[in-house]
């Protein structure tokens, strides 16, 4: 049997899941499938395809013989782990913020910027869920018209901060349904020193607050872009808020493009023929993107597509995209469907 | 007895209720209130302080001796009665679009453009929920630094449709968690041809699709803002979406400031002392506006000031208030206050 041994880290998680169902649905050869853990969860059982695999111990010596690993368990494993991982001959796939930003770590949306996977030395940066989406609505236009300033307001998906806030939506709000008090203990921040509300509460604070004001997830959308896009002087700026929403994100972008030209109906033309994008805008019709279509999709649905009437080159684009899949597990199945592809699942030699 | 002989139209409905109960707690002299609604509404009993009063039918006989009227029935009851409720003698304060735009109606957010009142001729419009809380937010900053442009994505309460979208949220959500059906039938909007899930889904439609691809409701917090604030040059543009919440709206809005020399701790020093305004920023204990903190009470809160870090004189806010209460009845309520202050009300001779 032909193909790759892959090993998954953080398997038992909400985004670790997705990756089981990406890796059963994509064309990438597989010889083999390795689930791993923190010790806490070694033991549990998984079903992979047909078979049950058990989760093992994510630790150094569970890399040897592995040809691609995907990572998401937490920027400290990834820090900790995906080095020995590269070691031992794998490529590394890491949807943790660990190493993005590291000018050395190529940072991939596969729609956007495939060829950074030639600069690889090992390791492969999933962007933030929340960057991903809108860099695929982004992208197409961009070629077209390029791009000078984005500033995005997102709703986000509380399976974003893993299966707990999963938990902590469905029984908070059955709680306060019911008229009962729930004391919430993951959201926004599970770190972080207080925790809030986020039943029929939008709250707007998303991973821990930078100096400046921003949170860094917005410090990520800001900073991110600009690397996947190549480009440092693209002005980036946004607000992300939480939402009660289980899964897919959903963003409101205004953006002014650098060319002249443009129009909605143009844009739409090529968001149309975008890949990975599903254009759903037919206000007429009421057919705009929203998070119960696009949860369990791997594309990234954009709509809401028209003109700021006051400002020249300026417009709107509303997208939504399944922060799980596209936001997390597809992206990075995807790209190590593009490293078969470009025949890069090995570790350059140094 | 001295005072005025006010009148509720729409006394039923999820503002109607409001308003009764700002009318319970203004200071402003009431002789007697009189609670009118269509004629299937008529009959039912509600409370105001200590009396059960018997909500009337709204016709125009209803309005003889009345000194002050305040409408929330829509649109099309404003068009029918409210004329024939100034004919008689009453000023009215309308809480629906009918007559917002009327360039000889003036649209009044107190904190804003209390003068405006001085042109009444008997109708006063209380301009939209979304919009109101965001000129409050915005004009202690406009009259220090004047505002250029403004960019906003709504996150709306689903009360802002009535109390029959709050019954759907709450049903919904309890059959989603249940994991059973419900058929929507009132969001986003009752009138329009579909129906779409409001429970853990944001909806980008508030109000129907215009021609250029904004909803009505992003059109009235463009056009609005620009006449109350009395600058049509003012650029405004909006994206308008209804979230899972029951009450209170959450704004995102990004602004360019005409003059240099702001800050963000300029922002928030003017803000913390502007009328109106309860400042709640403080990231590093996790201080920023929340709906279930906003939900009845009569203030905007003002969080998330912070600058654009790549455009001169451009920066962000959140903003957070109850769209029942300052977007709506509060609104009119204190209207109705600003009026006997100002000794304004009676209908202007012909």
């Known amino acids: 049997m032909t193909g790759y041994n892959i090993a998954i880290v953080g398997a038992t998680g909400a985004v670790g899941g997705r990756m089981i169902k990406m890796l059963e649905e994509t064309s990438l050869p597989i010889k083999s499938v390795k ?48 080095p020995e991982a590269v070691k031992r001959g794998a490529v590394v796939i890491d949807n943790t913020s660990a190493f993005r930003m590291d000018p050395a770590v190529p940072l991939v949306v596969p729609e956007v910027n495939p060829a950074d996977l030639y600069q690889h030395h090992g390791l492969i940066a999933n962007p933030n869920c929340s960057t991903i989406q809108m860099v ?71 991973d821990v607050f930078e100096e400046n004001g921003y949170t860094h997830e917005e410090w990520k959308m800001i900073h991110e872009t600009k690397k996947i896009m190549a480009n440092e002087d693209l002005q980036v700026t946004a607000t992300c808020v939480r939402v009660p929403v289980a899964v897919a994100h ?50 990234t649905f954009v709509g809401r597509v028209r003109a700021d009437e006051e400002q020249k080159n300026a417009f709107h684009l509303y997208c939504v995209s399944d922060n799980l899949l596209k936001g997390a597990a597809w992206n990075s199945v995807q790209i190590a469907e593009y490293l078969d592809q470009m025949d890069l699942v090995r570790v350059p030699q140094k």
Chains 1, 2 share one sequence.
Do not use: C
């Open 250 to 299: 959903s963003e409101s972008v205004w953006f002014e493009l650098e060319k002249d030209g443009a129009t909605a109906a143009k844009l739409q033309e090529l968001l149309a023929q975008a890949p990975g994008v599903v254009l759903e805008d037919d206000p007429a019709h009421q057919v705009f993107p929203q998070a119960v279509n696009a949860a369990g999709k791997k594309e």
């Open 35 to 82: 689930l791993l853990a923190s010790s806490r969860s070694a033991g549990k059982v998984l079903r992979f395809k047909d078979k049950d695999l058990q989760v093992q111990e994510a630790k150094p010596s569970a890399f040897e013989g592995i040809d691609l690993a995907l990572f998401s368990a937490g920027g400290g494993v990834s820090k900790q782990l995906a």
């Open 136 to 206: 695929v609505a982004l992208e197409p236009l961009r070629k077209k018209f390029g791009l000078k300033k984005v500033i995005v307001t997102t709703m986000q998906a509380v399976s974003g901060a893993g299966n707990r806030a999963i938990q902590e939506l469905n029984d908070e709000t059955a709680a306060i349904l019911a008229g009962k008090d729930y004391t919430p203990q993951v959201l926004p921040v599970s770190g972080d020193q207080k925790h809030y509300q986020i039943a029929f509460n939008p709250l707007a604070q998303i």
